[in-house]
């Protein structure tokens, strides 16, 4: 899996942080997203995968190898 | 035939559900029907980017027909929903068609309501689709006085992107302050003075009576004071109703129109379910909420996505999903962006606990009956996060936060605590 982040859209919900905290974090001053992990581990995906679906400013694209 | 499942209702809500059913390994049909003509697409950014002249329509489109279709979703856009038997799980399309379903989800999200006047003329529009944001951008790049009738959330979004394109705007709502039944007298007063700062005229206390107009074409409006407003543009954003229309008369339940009824919503128990068969998802679904011990609609893009996970389990018959749907909404008005989550209410205490409202960086928290309802924030989206489980557990808040004076500069109340 390949994580992708369109910065634009995103508007700093942390539902991606909160769904996925080893994946995501999030900046200090506007609160839009840091890619901790653009290939997440098997074990990650889960999290990514419900940061995807829940995120929503559809900002998370995720790329299924 | 393989199992299908009909998604009524082809925005946010349906889009999720859609995706959610295949993500949970559903493997028979999928049917999106849409009553715009368009491809699923995201409704926050038509007020702001979209409105703005900033974002294409390209942009908001979450999804192609050929994507979906290589996920397997049908999507029959410009189809209308006009009924449903649940004893023959059969749903009535316009044009005479029927869809059979073994599952049905409801998501059909809200439509804008109107005044009982004026919409004939040319040049008063309102916003919730597509169609009506490119209409109104159409006519706002060249308006040069635009009144917005409605101090709501998507009235003040319009009024700081159509301002901030150099037109003169107003501001009309019969309440003292805007989001005032949201945010409360403090907050409410932060984004009457972010307005303000940005050459907004606000008319509030005063509702609208009537508009002037010259051969079809809006000219101004008249207050309930009788005081005249000249406008070439007036964007009417007093709110949204269902669009349950097309359930009425069918066995599935709708909410009685009150908000603690669940605001004229479809009614579902705790995880979406609204009767055999028939689930309802979005802004159109009403929710019993166990915490609140009431039906609970709330118009939340988040809500949408979250409301899509619990059902498309539930269909596919999985184990059910213990989401901790603790909602969040958000806001961007100038350089103002403020989030919340939790269920803020205009009559909830507020403290604010970190920050200034002064600075416009601040981290406000909700209390109702000494518990926390809601934190609502700017410029703080860390330390607001923090605050999510306190939200979601409704803790009882801190004696010392309860007992703290507030400090008249609107600096924070006191030394800032930790959720």
Redesign the interface.
């Known amino acids: 899996m390949k994580i992708l982040i369109d910065e634009e859209r995103c ?5 991606c ?2 769904a996925a905290p080893d994946v995501f974090d ?1 900046r ?4 839009v997203v840091v890619l901790l992990e653009p290939d997440p581990a098997p074990a990650q995906e889960a999290g990514a ?2 940061a995807a ?6 900002a998370v694209l995720l790329r299924e190898h | 035939m393989g199992r299908r499942v009909v998604v009524v209702g082809s925005g946010t809500a349906g889009l999720a559900t859609a995706d959610a059913l295949r993500s949970e390994g559903w493997e028979g049909d999928v049917v999106l029907v849409g009553a715009e003509p368009h491809e699923p697409y995201d409704r926050p950014p038509l007020s702001k980017q979209l409105l703005a002249g900033r974002w294409t329509t390209d942009r908001i489109v979450l999804r192609t027909r050929a994507a979906l279709a290589a996920d397997g979703v049908e999507l029959l856009s410009g189809r209308r929903a006009i009924g449903v038997d649940t004893t023959d799980r059969t749903l009535h399309l316009d044009e005479g068609d029927d869809l059979r379903y073994d599952a049905l989800v409801v998501a059909t999200g809200l439509d804008a309501r109107r005044l009982p006047f004026g919409h004939d003329l040319a040049g008063v529009h309102v916003l919730r689709t597509l169609d009506d944001a490119l209409g109104l951008r159409a006519e706002s790049s060249t308006a040069r006085r635009v009144v917005v009738i409605g101090a709501g959330f998507l009235g003040c979004e319009v009024a700081a992107t159509v301002r901030q394109a150099g037109a003169q705007v107003a501001i009309v709502d019969p309440l003292d302050l805007p989001l005032r039944n949201v945010l409360g007298p403090r907050l409410g007063t932060l984004v009457a003075e972010v307005h303000a700062g940005h050459g907004v005229d606000l008319h509030l206390g005063r509702g609208l009576a009537s508009y002037l107009s010259d051969r079809g074409r809006v000219t101004g409006v008249v207050l309930d004071d009788g005081s005249e407003l000249p406008a070439d543009l007036v964007v009417v954003a007093i709110g949204a109703t269902p669009a349950v229309q097309w359930l009425r008369g069918s066995a599935v339940p709708l909410a009685g129109p009150l908000p603690q009824d669940g605001a004229g919503g479809v009614r579902c128990d705790a995880a979406g379910r609204a009767v055999e068969a028939v689930w309802a998802v979005g802004d159109v679904a009403a929710w019993w909420s166990p915490q609140e011990g009431r039906h609970v609609r709330l118009e939340h893009r988040l809500t949408a996505n979250q409301h899509a996970q619990v059902v498309a389990r539930a269909i596919t018959g999985g184990q059910p999903r213990a989401l901790a749907l603790v909602p969040y909404f958000w806001s961007e008005q100038y350089d103002l962006h403020l989030q919340s989550y939790g269920t803020p209410a205009g009559t909830d205490e507020v403290h604010v606990v970190e920050g200034s409202l002064a600075r416009r960086r601040f981290l406000a928290v909700y209390l109702r009956g000494g518990r926390v309802s809601a934190v609502v924030g700017a410029g703080l989206p860390k330390a607001l996060r923090a605050w999510v489980p306190a939200v979601a557990e409704h803790r009882l808040a801190e004696h010392r936060l309860a007992e703290q004076a507030l400090a008249p500069d609107g600096e924070a109340d006191g030394a800032p605590l930790r959720a």
């Open positions: 508007i700093g919900a942390g539902q942080v909160m999030q200090e001053e506007d609160g995968r419900r679906a829940l995120c929503p400013a559809a």
